[in-house]
């Protein structure tokens, strides 16, 4: 079926409002390969409106989140480097970025991806945003006063709906205390950590709406979880003194495996998987436990992991890194809505252009040829 014969069975085209209506019950996925069917497919699933509309429904809010597998190789002269970024849940890439190589991937919030420089360089800006459903990117301008110890991160504000690139001053901030930043009204607390020991990894990821710590001390590794917001809400005292981090899980690791962790200076990381496997990595190990029919409640003793991986070790000659990343939730928004509005006059080139590219392109695929715009009598004359 050709795109024209896609939009009606007898030749006649589906409204655009009848092709939104449509598009609005199907997920992220679908939507993008829908937009390959025709241009009046594409110019439906283009509209940001339609984006806005669509992040909202309830296909999109209520999938499940999703892995991302983020992996970046330096060229031969460390001038750039090449993001690529895979959906671990689909076992499919997505797309790839080149960046300066100063960036790293500071935080992944909902279907966007937050990269910031580890050193200060003023030829590049200081944050770039990144939706890899779409390949879009946005690089943002760099806020007055930027330096290399303020903290960027990406944010989002369930109540609101607003999304921000909160960019905190990092002076004089305390190592043993965690900030939270209110996206919505601005607001920022600090919160206690929990006491650990000065030698101890710790990896933070979101378990089931809360912040979750992983700490690694020595052979043995604990998931501890803050307080519900509600309870941080009522918390107005900065010291937090009565604030207690619940023991979950406890598990011990192969003392082998920590050994060789701790002389090579081994990546840890650790998320939740299709919202029910527990996932911590250690160097080329990857432990799994199944959370299904657990709740919430702590468990000082130490369990037993449910499965362990070895996982393929990456080639020496390549100079390549990678981590997962959790919590990844595919929409269609575009990285533009961190932009400011534009104005009036902007406003109107844009609508402008995208009506003129349209117009000529829905032209196009009704595939008129010379014949069918050519005059009569010259069409004769020709023949003749």
Wanted: net charge neutral.
């Amino acid at each position: 079926m050709t795109g024209h014969d896609a939009n009606s069975a007898d030749g006649r085209e589906i409204p655009a409002e009848i092709i939104r209506e449509i598009l609005l019950r199907l997920p992220t996925r679908d939507v993008t390969r829908c937009s390959a069917v025709s241009w009046r497919w594409f110019f439906v699933v283009k509209n940001p409106t339609f984006r806005k509309l669509h992040a909202a429904s309830h296909a999109v809010v209520a999938a499940p989140s999703e892995l991302l597998l983020v992996s970046d190789r330096q060229d031969k002269h460390h001038c750039v480097v090449e993001a690529s970024i895979a959906n671990v849940s689909l076992a499919k890439p997505m797309c790839c970025l080149t960046l300066s190589p100063e960036y790293r991937l500071t935080n992944v919030c909902g279907a966007f991806l937050c990269f910031a420089p580890a050193t200060i360089n003023r030829e590049v800006p200081p944050v770039v945003v990144c939706n890899p459903a779409t390949g879009e990117r946005l690089a943002l301008p760099r806020p007055p006063g930027y330096g290399l110890d303020d903290l960027v991160a990406l944010g989002f504000s369930p109540t609101t709906k607003d999304q921000a690139v909160p960019v905190n001053g990092g002076h004089g901030r305390r190592t043993h205390r965690m900030l939270v930043i209110d996206v919505a009204s601005e607001m920022h607390c600090t919160y206690r950590l929990p006491r650990i020991e000065a030698n101890a990894s710790v990896n933070a990821f979101e378990l089931r709406g809360r912040l979750c710590l992983a700490v690694n001390t020595g052979s043995k590794v604990q998931f501890r979880v803050m307080p519900p917001l509600d309870w941080l809400d009522a918390t107005t005292n900065e010291d937090n003194t009565k604030l207690n981090w619940d023991l979950l899980y406890s598990f011990d690791l192969d003392s082998e495996k920590v050994s060789c962790g701790l002389r090579s200076n081994a990546p840890r990381a650790a998320w939740l998987e299709d919202d029910e496997i527990l996932c911590y990595r250690l160097g080329d190990t990857l432990y799994k436990y199944g959370t299904c029919g657990h709740s919430l409640i702590a468990n000082k003793e130490p369990m037993q992991w449910s499965q362990r991986l070895i996982l393929p070790p990456t080639p020496q000659k390549i100079c390549r890194r990678w981590a997962i990343y959790s919590g990844y939730r595919s929409n269609l928004l575009s990285p533009l809505i961190f932009r400011p509005p534009p104005s009036e006059e902007e406003e109107k080139i844009i609508q402008f252009e995208n009506v003129l590219l349209e117009t000529l392109q829905l032209n196009k695929s009704k595939g008129l040829s010379a014949a069918d715009i050519t005059d009569e009598p010259a069409a004769k004359r020709i023949c003749s």
